[in-house]
């Protein structure tokens, strides 16, 4: 992936102050090939925690540019949403104590700033989330909270804990979801801040739970464990997901 026609890529960064937060976020957004020269379009988008982690540890702007290229895929944007990995856990966690907060940010600062400044669709079924681990958490937090925003949801590795599945319970029928969900056989005993965790068996818990309420999920599991290697091997075919969501 070093030929210069997939790493050549146009990245823009602004920073965004968050009154629901009370303070500022990085936002990197990547601008699909040809973006210029077509003004009459409008592009689905991709919005994703962890977001600056996703670009770097990830690459999935030089994956996503390199899938464009080749045909296997429509243009889109991505928007990677900077952590605070002080406040990550009360931020992400949907028990957490600024998730509140930070779900605001994101469906009332966050996408209303994108929107108004870049050609992306404001479709639900054309704006996607990503989430790792507690980001899928609140990626699915935000799909319960703000149904009319978020209706596609990428979920690596969810941290579905307790009180993700108690939210899902609660709810009669999530039909109005489609989520791709993988997660690595070998993410059986996690180190997490609360102890060990298997993400393996909650990852296929929560599956059942959204099936069992109609939502449309893709569920995949591979070798793998609860690092970004694992993920950046799996985001071609989450992107690829994406381009048959939108067929």
Request: with cysteine; proline share 5%; hydrophobic share 35%.
């Amino acid at each position: 992936m070093s030929d210069p026609q997939y790493t050549r890529r146009v990245i823009e960064t602004h920073t965004l102050q968050s009154a629901h937060l009370g303070e500022d976020r990085t936002l990197k957004i990547y601008l699909p090939p040809g973006y210029t020269e077509h003004p009459e379009a409008r592009y689905p988008v991709v919005y994703c925690h962890d977001g600056l982690e996703f670009f770097t540890h990830g690459r999935i702007a030089t994956i996503c540019n390199k899938l464009i290229l080749e045909g296997k895929l429509n243009p889109l944007f991505i928007v990677g949403i900077e952590v605070h990995k002080q406040t990550r856990n009360d931020d992400y966690g949907p028990d957490g104590a600024r998730h509140d907060a930070y779900t605001a940010f994101v469906a009332k600062e966050c996408v209303p700033f994108v929107e108004g400044r870049y050609r992306v669709s404001d479709d639900p079924y054309h704006r996607f989330m990503a989430g790792i681990s507690l980001g899928a958490a609140a990626s699915l937090s935000l799909h319960l909270r703000y149904p009319e925003l978020f209706r596609r949801l990428l979920l690596f590795s969810g941290a579905f804990y307790d009180t993700s599945r108690e939210l899902v319970r609660r709810e009669s029928f999530l039909n109005d979801l489609t989520a791709y969900m993988v997660v690595g056989r070998q993410e059986t005993g996690v180190d997490t801040t609360a102890g060990p965790y298997d993400f393996y068996q909650a990852n296929q818990t929560m599956r059942d739970l959204l099936r069992a309420r109609s939502a449309d999920v893709t569920y995949k599991e591979s070798d793998g464990t609860h690092i970004w290697g694992f993920w950046q091997k799996e985001i071609p075919d989450a992107l690829e997901f994406l381009q048959r969501t939108l067929a």
